[in-house]
């Protein structure tokens, strides 16, 4: 079965940074496009960031662009993402998914939207 499993996240002050790491089971990181998502609770699903299954796209959501960066390593299979300038605003749950059916800023994002996803992990900015 195909699985996703997210860790790194935790709770840092303001302008700190964070290095997330999503390993892949059963598919390949190069199989699909890859993205990172985040959920604060009571709002709706925010697309991150994506770099696709070629690897030569990638795209950032525009608070995240310059702080934000997303990576692959195909020997761990593992998708990364390393935030770094944290702002409190940055505060949600963090999943990664693959296999996207949608373009980023096509409309709301659900979770049906991706073929698999993580569990998350939790990234607490806070003075």
């Known amino acids: 079965e195909e699985q996703l499993v997210e860790s790194g996240g935790g709770l840092v002050q303001p302008g700190g940074s964070l290095r997330l790491s999503c390993v892949a089971s059963?598919?390949?990181?190069?199989?699909?496009?890859m993205s990172w998502v985040r959920q604060v609770p009571g709002k709706g699903l925010e697309w991150v960031s994506l770099?696709?299954?070629?690897?030569?796209?990638?795209w950032y959501e525009d608070s995240v662009k310059g702080r934000f960066t997303i990576s692959r390593d195909k020997v761990k299979n593992t998708l990364y993402l390393q935030m770094n300038n944290l702002k409190p605003e940055d505060t949600a749950m963090y999943f990664c998914?693959?296999?996207?059916?949608?373009?980023?800023?096509?409309?709301?994002?659900?979770?049906?939207?991706?073929?698999?996803r993580g569990q998350g992990t939790q990234v607490t900015v806070s003075s």
């Open positions: 059963h598919f390949a990181v190069d199989d699909f496009d």
């Open positions: 770099i696709s299954s070629g690897g030569d796209s990638i």
């Open positions: 998914a693959a296999e996207g059916f949608k373009e980023p800023g096509a409309g709301n994002l659900e979770w049906a939207d991706f073929g698999y």
